[in-house]
């Protein structure tokens, strides 16, 4: 997945506000929108480089967003609303070879009046419009990164418990069910449930995973210079 804006790098000064970021960029420091709601643990790191987009839209009132923090161990993609588009280029691209025999896609697909799904696959136009021989897939972004190991989540996530919940009753019903996860990080050797952070979310992806909800974890190939795409190789789980 390529930026189709021009691609600057800055220096990352600080977040705030969760969604605002200092850069100083050719000697001036200019506010930069983050898309993402988590904490950014292990990702920030005061004036370490990083990678932004500049947008050329006149009626945007932040010209710049956040895409990519530079840390210790690497890089690290910061922008969530990406993670459903390589999930959705991942498959359209044939890249996850079970994914193969569906070849239709539905996106944000509504469960209830409060509940969304990220991804419907079916194998058929006629499969998909009657509802049946569905696969229901929640994609996660993940950026929290320890000792090797990524984790999710980086923040108590009552949204992604939930997720889990109705993932596990669409199992129930018959249902083709899965999580993925896709971790916007290269060099991991493995991904874990973050317990430490949300034991709750941990205890129900276990239990998800006991009653045939399906787990994947990818990590990302990124080039600051160009954009980001998921690697066809999944990363192992470690539950």
Not at 11 to 40: C, M, Q, W
Request: net charge neutral.
């Amino acid at each position: 997945m390529q930026f189709q804006e021009p691609v600057r790098q800055g220096e990352f000064l600080k977040r705030y506000k969760r969604f605002f970021a200092d850069i100083r960029y050719n000697e001036e420091v200019i506010v930069a929108h983050v898309p993402n709601t988590g904490s950014l643990k292990s990702c920030l790191f005061e004036n370490a480089p990083c990678i932004w987009t500049e947008s050329q839209n006149p009626a945007r009132k932040l010209k710049g967003t956040l895409q990519f923090l530079q840390t210790p161990d690497g890089w690290v993609g910061v922008n969530t609303s990406i993670t459903n588009d390589l999930v959705h280029e991942a498959w359209s691209q044939k890249r996850i070879p079970d994914w193969h025999p569906f070849t239709q896609a539905k996106r944000e697909v509504k469960l209830s009046p409060e509940t969304r799904i990220d991804l419907v696959l079916a194998p058929n136009e006629t499969a998909l419009a009657e509802g049946r021989d569905l696969t229901y897939v929640e994609v996660k972004n993940v950026s929290y990164f320890e000792n090797g190991v990524a984790r999710f989540p980086d923040a108590v996530t009552v949204r992604g418990q939930k997720h889990l919940q109705e993932l596990m009753k669409l199992k129930s019903k018959g249902f083709g069910a899965e999580t993925v996860f896709v971790i916007q990080r290269e060099k991991c050797r493995a991904f874990a449930p973050a317990d430490a952070i949300d034991p709750e979310y941990g205890r129900l992806l276990r239990q998800a995973a006991e009653q045939g909800v399906k787990l994947r974890a990818f990590a990302c190939e990124i080039d600051p210079k160009t954009g980001v795409s998921l690697s066809a190789t999944p990363v192992p789980i470690e539950l």
